[in-house]
């Protein structure tokens, strides 16, 4: 996945995401089964989140 926002709750909401991986797919599942597994999707999703929330040092 290119740099899509992992925050997004629309990918929460999707009924099915497919993660690609090197053009085949590497796993597939709803959010919440995904992060269960503690893949790809997960490891991804956790670096989005510590993106979003990390200080903004220097910024006014």
């Known amino acids: 996945m290119s740099r899509a926002r992992f925050m997004n709750n629309s990918w929460r ?3 099915r995401i497919f993660v ?4 085949t797919i590497a796993e ?3 959010h919440e089964q995904l992060m269960a597994k503690g893949g ?3 490891r991804m999703y ?8 990390m200080p903004k ?3 006014d």
Do not use: P, T
Not at 20 to 23: D, K, T, V, Y
Not at 46 to 53: K, V
């Open 20 to 23: 690609l991986r090197e053009g």
């Open 13 to 15: 909401k999707a009924e």
């Open 46 to 53: 956790g670096a989005q989140a510590d993106i979003n929330f």
């Open 40 to 42: 790809l999707y997960a």
């Open 57 to 59: 040092i220097g910024v």
């Open 28 to 30: 597939e599942g709803s």
